[in-house]
């Protein structure tokens, strides 16, 4: 290998190896590089295949409850035939929307999709596929799993102003006086203050009027919490209530949404149907839940209904005549002990509104008058 002629040879076919070399190494970094592209292709498509969900709309952050509602509005990206949204808003557990037995928002052609949520600090919006059967409530964060192909979950945009109110007083209590409009009974009710007021035996009248802005109607709220104890209302004869009419007597406590509001209701009225025997009610949230209902048929004249609220355990009876004496016989009676709430926050309430009706619309105005309430803790 010293000679000259060993060392040419060696040199070219070194010079050979290292071009068949080369060579090979382009060709890999050439198919390398193919198949990098192609994967990144594909993971493109598959990013663009994934189905995705935008906002349009977003309610404001503010505590749940019955009447505080809004619109939620969005969009679907690479949705499949049979797909629907489900809304969820938290409130203390995650509630889904707009109600229990209606929680199926259909996803429109041009991929929008709208609905009316109750307010919560959060809202999150589920794409799902057909057969999936969402919850009422959640206590943790919808997530993505089985059925559930997407959820998106955004925080309340902005807050809501306090409600305005004007001072009452009735029974030896403050009252405050709602003056907002409010969804109830699948109607955009407006509350005025027009509508409540105390006359000289100091019983308080609630009324529902026609303005020239509508119909209007009355809700009135305890300015602070009673807790445990007893609530007794005497209420004057409500047969002439027209069927779209209702009476509520009920607890109610907005931050209150882990305990279902605390809400315990007396309710009375015929819920748009005059057919219906059953005018009255007694009720804990939710009532959706089996057994969480009482109803009953209310006679004519003064009643007294009494509430006894204790650990566990919630009584309601109904007796004629404005007193609650021992051995009263008893129009109806109920007593609940399943989901009973602990006291929080919760407030009396009393509301007189309308419900909609398309067979028995509201067509004149109706007055209940509360001849005097009582709390014995």
């Not at 489900?86 to 209606?102: L, T």
């Not at 009422?136 to 409600?163: C, N």
């Not at 002439?240 to 607890?251: D, F, K, Q, Y």
Request: charged share 20%; hydrophobic share 35%.
């Amino acid at each position: 290998m010293d000679s000259p002629l060993c060392r040419t040879a060696y040199c070219s076919r070194l010079y050979r190896l290292k071009t068949r070399t080369d060579m090979h190494f382009a060709l890999e970094a050439m198919l390398l590089l193919f198949l990098c592209v192609h994967s990144s292709a594909c993971r493109s498509r598959e990013s663009n295949d994934r189905p995705s969900i935008e906002f349009s709309k977003i309610p404001p952050a503010a505590q749940g409850g019955r009447e505080r509602v809004d619109t939620i509005a969005g969009r679907v990206i690479g949705r499949r035939p049979g797909q629907q949204i489900v809304v969820y808003a938290k409130s203390g557990p995650w509630w889904v929307q707009p109600w229990p037995d209606q929680p199926f928002i259909p996803i429109q052609s041009d991929s929008t999709w709208r609905t009316t949520t109750h307010l919560g600090y959060e809202y999150a919006a589920l794409l799902v596929d057909p057969g999936y059967h969402p919850p009422a409530t959640m206590d943790e964060a919808p997530s993505q799993s089985g059925a559930v192909v997407f959820v998106k979950i955004v925080k309340g945009v902005g807050a809501l102003p306090p409600h305005p109110t004007q001072a009452l007083h009735f029974s030896g209590y403050e009252w405050k006086i709602q003056t907002v409009s409010a969804a109830r009974g699948g109607l955009n009710n407006l509350y005025d203050a027009d509508n409540v007021w105390t006359d000289t035996s100091g019983a308080m009248h609630l009324r529902i009027i026609k303005k020239a802005k509508g119909w209007t109607c009355a809700h009135v709220i305890l300015a602070h919490s009673l807790g445990y104890g007893t609530y007794r209302f005497v209420v004057r004869d409500t047969s002439h209530l027209e069927p779209a009419v209702v009476l509520s007597m009920h607890t109610f406590d907005e931050w209150g949404g882990d305990q279902y509001y605390r809400e315990m209701d007396v309710e009375i009225g015929h819920w748009g149907d005059p057919g219906r025997k059953k005018n009255a009610q007694y009720g804990i949230q939710p009532f959706y839940v089996p057994g969480n209902i009482a109803q009953f048929s209310e006679p004519t004249g003064t009643l007294t209904h009494t509430l006894l609220w204790e650990p566990g355990r919630a009584s309601f009876k109904t007796v004629r005549g404005s007193s609650s004496q021992p051995g009263a016989p008893a129009v109806y009676e109920q007593i609940f002990t399943s989901g009973i709430p602990t006291p929080g926050q919760e407030r009396l309430e009393f509301m007189l509104y309308p419900v909609a009706s398309d067979k028995n619309p509201l067509q004149k105005g109706n007055e209940v008058v509360i001849e005097k309430f009582e709390y014995l803790p």
